[in-house]
């Protein structure tokens, strides 16, 4: 029998958790401060011009990160510390006697550090996860700790918000080019660790 309690997350494990993503998040922001200040102070000394800003809508595909294996994300920029995105994944699945298609759609908020090509962001959202499955031998899944029971006998239909928080770097280049590295973090019953690399383009 599943203890009914097993899926609260323990409020300790949150208050160590939220302490370490703002030491990495301050880690990042000093080095990412040092190094937009050399970047103005060398375009300075070479009479660039520092008034060309990076777009505001970012498109790119995310390897790993938010949908498990890939998804393609647009976000656009609300202000200068704030934007908004949507993404898009689908698999087949076909082993051990499944078979079925899933759907994940992550949703999420990035809030930045400071304005620059290079910064460091705290991201968090959910990724719906929606898909329909059929299996051959009939399957129980159980998802208490998730708040959630879901049986799949024949067919199954069901709708997973996943939520997850997490930490990063950004470097969105006036020539267009979108890069981010980003560790995430999301309970399912116990902890669960695991990062994304997005390329794409800022327009």
């Given amino acids: ?3 009914e309690g097993a899926g609260e997350v323990p409020v300790v494990f949150l208050m160590h958790f939220s302490r370490y993503l703002v030491c990495i998040l301050m880690a990042i922001d000093c080095g990412l401060a040092q190094a937009s200040t050399a970047s103005v102070q060398m375009q300075s000394q070479l009479g660039v011009a520092s008034t060309v800003m990076p777009g505001k809508n970012g498109l790119a595909i995310e390897f790993l990160g938010r949908a498990g294996l890939y998804s393609l994300n647009y976000d656009r920029a609300l202000g200068s510390h704030v934007a908004m995105g949507l993404g898009f994944s689908y698999m087949d699945l076909g082993l051990l006697g499944v078979t079925g298609s899933v759907y994940l759609l992550p949703v999420y908020v990035n809030v930045y550090t400071h304005q620059g090509e290079h910064r460091g962001f705290i991201s968090g959202g959910l990724t719906l996860i929606s898909g329909k499955i059929e299996s051959d031998n009939g399957i129980d899944l159980d998802a208490e700790e998730f708040s959630l029971k879901i049986a799949l006998n024949d067919i199954a239909n069901a709708t997973i918000p ?8 950004e470097y969105r280049g006036v020539q267009g080019v979108l890069l981010r590295l980003s560790p995430y973090f999301s309970w399912f019953g116990k902890p669960i ?3 994304g690399v997005s390329l794409g383009a800022n327009f």
């Fill in 162 to 169: 996943l939520p997850m928080l997490g930490v990063g770097y």
């Fill in 1 to 3: 029998m599943i203890d």
């Fill in 193 to 195: 660790f695991w990062g």
